[in-house]
């Protein structure tokens, strides 16, 4: 009597998953994606069943709330001129915050990460530093100007859960060759003044 009940439900179970195979092939003919083998084979792989980069993080954060924003309000270089394998110190100020309900910017005084990336006259990176937090919405780092004389170009980029920017050439730098002194115009030799 036990073995009889034991196949009983045996077949039944056999019937049941049947029929659940069967809907489920009629299901995927009908949307035309009868071929599921593949999707098999990358699971087994351990491939990614999309193509499309599936977003976490931060980024879904940033995409949740396109009222957030980050602006730069000042950026600047301490000394600039600057001699060549001097430092330097970047500073940026930026304002984050979100539209409260009136429409106003509300203030919203979340931690940022912040760097600076120097690039030369021909684009090519030849610095990069992490702004760090001073004061309220202030970020400074510095950077070593161990560079020949020219003019370079500081991109900077910020992020915070809810926001990001990138504010590209937010500031020009000017390395000047080593012995001029820092405060003097380039083109004049130190401590002779220009004519006019």
Known sequence: MIKSISILVFVALTVAIAGLA???YAKCQSQEDADWSANVAKFLEGAPQS???SVWGPKVERQK???FSIALINASAKPNPVNSGGSVEITAVF???SLDSSGKQAENGTLLTAAATINNSADAEVGRLSLLQTADNEYSGVWNASVAAGIYNATIVVSSLQASGTFSDALQIEVIGSGIATGHTP???P???KLG
């Open 191 to 193: 401590g002779i003044t």
């Open 65 to 67: 709330d396109s009222q």
């Open 95 to 97: 304002n984050e915050g």
């Open 51 to 53: 193509d499309s980069n």
């Open 22 to 24: 069967v809907t489920e």
């Open 187 to 189: 083109g004049n030799a």
